[in-house]
């Protein structure tokens, strides 16, 4: 029910005085520009290396990557007209001082061996069509503490990038992918949180059609829960 291919969550920022903005998207933030991050973040989830369940400081820089919560379905068949609900949360402890990299939702392409081609990138002018609010209208809502963050959702968006090199899998998946070809999709590098506990959350629809990738007709709700306990 759920294809491997697609995957989302989070996001922080900017909600009020007393939290850290986010890296404007332009900037190498922490030795690595937005679409590097990116690259990172998911060679490393579709190679094994990413806890499921904890952050992961990938290099020397105070960065972590955020793990996205295990959704429990709640109903909807995973079209476009009925979506399927996916609802998580998930409790992380990070360092004081400490950024994160969370991705808010990725298409990543792949070369298969059952003869199929390999997959399209979603076309630029067709992604803001595809991750909306559940309403049907407007952007995904995603909040920090309670408060909107994340305004310019788009201006985060990393344009279909090829991995260098690409991603060979160990094995097959259980529909004959062999590699991951290409990434896309909006992320953000978050400042560090000041001590405390934080609430993070996004719900979100993902709406991908024939239109954006031939054959399909993908619907799903995200609605994830992250609680962030940064340390005094």
Known sequence: MYHARIFRIGSSGQAGAQHP??????????????????????????TGGLPATEPYQ???????????????YL????????????QG????????????????????TERYNTGQPDDPAIPNGRIQTVAINPSGAGLPEVTLDGQPILHNFWAHYVRPTEFDPIVGYSEPSSYGSIAA???QGVGFVAYPLPPGTHTLHLFERLNITNDDVPGYDLGIIY?????????E
């Open 21 to 46: 903005p986010l890296v404007p998207p332009g900037l190498i933030a922490y030795g690595k520009s937005l679409t590097e991050w990116t690259e990172a973040y998911w060679r490393l989830a579709l």
């Open 223 to 231: 609605d994830n829960t992250w609680i962030i306990h940064v340390e």
């Open 58 to 72: 990938p290099g020397p820089a105070p960065l972590v990557f955020m793990p996205i919560p295990q959704g429990e």
């Open 75 to 86: 109903g909807g068949s995973f079209t476009t007209a009925d979506p399927g609900y996916l």
């Open 181 to 183: 070809l290409e990434f």
């Open 89 to 108: 949360s998930i409790e992380v402890t990070i360092e004081q001082g400490t950024a994160f990299f969370l991705p808010c939702f990725s298409w990543i």
